[in-house]
């Protein structure tokens, strides 16, 4: 048996700031996926902030493991939405910086495994998405999925659990984004606020986000819906908590550009603070 270690403590934080203590530890495994040339699945980013709320971007990344071969994808796929949230990592980022809040970035492409679904639900790993088939990902045996799960989706978990422990946070957020148009669908709205059921957190910041944008087409739940089967960050962790939460998903065409980046960070860091400012 090959044994494969990866330090998580490595991976995920810089060196010397507190929040490493917190999830110090070794995950031995038996499937190798990530070599010395692979990046790091998660990324954290202010580690060390005792602001009490997580920034989450499960879709920020489109690395593949070198091993995958590119999962016989041509570039134009892999720099695709199939692939990643376009703009969400840049966004997420600055909206980071600007608040000054803990987050966590996974770098590996959602069709390696998708770090928000439930590993062993049939979208874990896609064998189609919008339309092109991923054929590197059909007939998997059960440790080609235990590999992937335990390279990428487990420390990215870990690392949730690890903020949450580190620090009590009293909200989270997940940034994501979807592009215009999905499946032949003309998607209208510029953002949607997903919660099932943290529903006035959705509506404080859909508010706060109109208040100084009325011309912004809106929406809750679009242009998706929390579920069991399709996500896993809100129900796993944002739910059982019983944490105020909301994913936050902006149309990709407003944040492929700066412009756009800084309008959404602006807007959605005055959202954020008008909300944190009721919970504290
Ligand atoms: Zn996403």
New binding site residues.
Partial sequence: MIVNKISVNKILFDSGNLFSLAIEMTLTSQFTLLTEIDPDPVELVNASSQVPLLLLC??AGHAIPKSLKNLGLDKSTLSSHRA??IG?ETLARKLAQRINAPLILQRYS?LVIDP?RPPGSSESIPEISDRIEISANKNLDFNEREARRQAIFEPMDQAIQAAFDFSERKAAF?I???TPVFDGHEREWNAGFLSRKSLSTAESLINSVAQMKPDLNLAINQPYQIDDETDWFIPQHAEKRLLPHC?I?IRNDQINHETGVSQWVKLLAKAINDLMKGLL
């Fill in positions: 499960e879709h990643w949230d969400a959602r928000n997940s994501h984004s979807y994913l998903e």
